[in-house]
């Protein structure tokens, strides 16, 4: 089901990828290469594939909503605005949210997630290593300083 000005579900023939059960609603919404997906907002996006064991996988089984809020991989959830889910199995939720890496939780405010496996919760939450939390502010990479100057807790890779 497409619904809007430039709606559309695309699939890919040669690698067998298609649009199966997917929804795309909202101006220039997309689901591509991606079954099972959903993509509800003007300029959201479920896009992307990957090889996985000799064979391409799409974007399957994701749900983007919101205002430029696009998915590139598979099992993951974008929600709110300009939010930026890139990989697999990833949860996003905001307003200006990017998830970079797999398996990740990035929610709130400018938060984001850069490596893989990671937690960011509340505005401007940084989880820049691998296997990391930050909740509100703080940068859990270099986790010494929150950026406003305020020391931050780091007790087993966790920050706040």
């Given at each position: 089901i497409a619904f809007g000005t430039n709606a559309k579900l695309l699939a890919s023939t040669p690698y067998a990828l298609k649009p199966d059960n997917s929804i795309a609603i909202g101006n220039n919404s997309t689901v591509n290469w991606a079954s099972n997906a959903i993509a509800l907002g003007n300029n959201a996006s479920i896009t992307g594939a990957h090889a996985v064991n000799g064979a391409w996988q799409g974007s399957d089984n994701s749900i983007a909503i919101g205002h430029e809020t696009k998915i590139?991989?598979?099992?993951?959830?974008?929600?709110?605005?300009?939010?930026?889910?890139?990989?697999?199995?990833?949860?996003?939720?905001?307003?200006?949210?990017?998830a970079k890496r797999e398996n990740s939780v990035v929610i709130g405010q400018n938060a984001k997630g850069e490596l893989e496996r990671v937690v960011a919760i509340g505005a401007y939450a940084a989880a820049n290593g691998d296997r990391t939390v930050a909740i509100s502010r703080c940068d859990a990479h270099w986790c010494r300083r929150c950026d406003l100057g305020q020391y931050c807790i780091r007790k087993n890779g966790i920050s706040w």
């Open positions: 590139g991989r598979e099992n993951t959830v974008a929600i709110g605005s300009n939010v930026n889910a890139q990989r697999e199995n990833t949860v996003a939720i905001g307003t200006n949210v990017t």
